[in-house]
């Protein structure tokens, strides 16, 4: 996994000063030189005082424990105590790729990788809405838990579907470059709060999972996509994953930042349920550790989910099925 690339922070949150983050059980220091995003590992050779306490002067990296300075590619390029500057022949920080993309600062815990995200670009015309958290949870579990529609009718009755109206709607599963699409054509009006506030005109949905733990929902009217959701799960450290949403929508007689802002505190409260709902799995998980899941057909994403963070070929198996929502 430290082949993939993962955002570790919105742009906006990068400054002036250095900022720690964890990212796939390591600690990384990330600030921004004049040659652009630097990510290194947070810990001084010298003394191992954390780098992220320090401060940049003159675009370098300086320890605030004895002022040693480390330029972008990790060479030692000055100890105060010396009296002169040095000019070292090698590298003693490790020095991780770093890319600001989308809003986001993206890292990959490898030296000189190229940035090629898996996924799609956002749509280019459309303002970006993005938002960051933490989930505490089986990663596996969250990526699911927001790929999966059969939840949202009883975890969020009433916000996103309801319980009591359900729909037959049929599901398409096909490959995709990298990863695994669902198409759901549902055949009638979405329940719940936002389905009435936004999704009337839906006429079909799209979940898709994509290499670096990406999930992009997608939602389609006669006149084009609607609203697209993209989250992005990114282990840190133990069970805390960041977790990132960004959203679009289609220009229309509302104004895009009055929808944002109608539909964000239904999002909110949803999220909430996720989050407390992923907790639960994970504390019952470490309880009852021998029990073996049980799965159906339904499940559609799960196997693609394990095979991505095993680092196995997806083998997509293509077919269509229907199911009650």
């Not at 424990?65 to 390029?77: A, P, Q, S």
């Not at 960041?242 to 929808?259: N, Y």
């Not at 989050?275 to 899941?293: A, P, S, V, W």
């Amino acid at each position: 996994m430290e082949n993939y690339w993962y955002p570790i922070a919105l742009a906006k949150e990068l400054k002036k000063a250095p900022k720690c983050y964890y990212l796939l059980n390591q600690k990384i220091v990330v600030y921004r030189s004049p040659h652009g995003i630097v990510a290194q590992k947070d810990s001084c050779p010298h003394r191992k005082f954390p780098l992220s306490a320090g401060k940049i002067v003159n675009g370098r990296l300086q320890c605030g424990y004895h002022g040693w300075e480390f330029d972008d590619k990790g060479f030692l390029t000055e100890v105060p105590g010396m009296g002169t500057q040095l000019n070292s022949k090698c590298s003693m920080l490790n020095t991780y790729s770093a890319q600001e993309y989308e809003d986001l600062i993206w890292v990959c815990l490898e030296e000189n990788v190229a940035f090629k995200p898996y996924q799609k670009d956002l749509l280019k015309d459309r303002k970006l809405y993005s938002f960051k958290t933490t989930i505490i949870g089986d990663t596996a579990d969250i990526l699911e838990n927001f790929l999966d529609p059969l939840h949202t009718a009883f975890l969020h009755d009433g916000i996103i579907r309801s319980k009591g109206k359900r729909n037959l709607t049929h599901a398409e599963i096909r490959a995709i470059p990298h990863g695994v699409e669902a198409k759901y054509t549902e055949e009638s009006n979405q329940t719940g709060l936002i389905g009435n506030l936004f999704g009337r005109n839906i006429t079909h949905s799209f979940g898709r999972l994509t290499k670096g733990n990406i999930i992009d929902l997608e939602f389609h009217s006669k006149n084009g996509i609607d609203m697209t959701n993209r989250f992005i799960i990114v282990p840190t450290q133990g069970d805390e994953n960041l977790f990132f949403s960004q959203i679009t929508f289609r220009k229309t007689f509302l104004p895009i930042w009055f929808k944002y802002a109608v539909v964000s505190p239904f999002f909110y409260i949803a999220l909430q349920q996720d989050k407390k709902g992923i907790k639960q799995q994970l504390d019952n998980k470490h309880h009852f550790k021998e029990d073996k899941l049980r799965s159906t057909y339904l499940d559609i994403m799960k196997p693609y989910i394990d095979r991505m963070l095993n680092q196995e070929e997806l083998k997509v198996i293509e077919k269509d099925i229907e199911m009650h929502l």
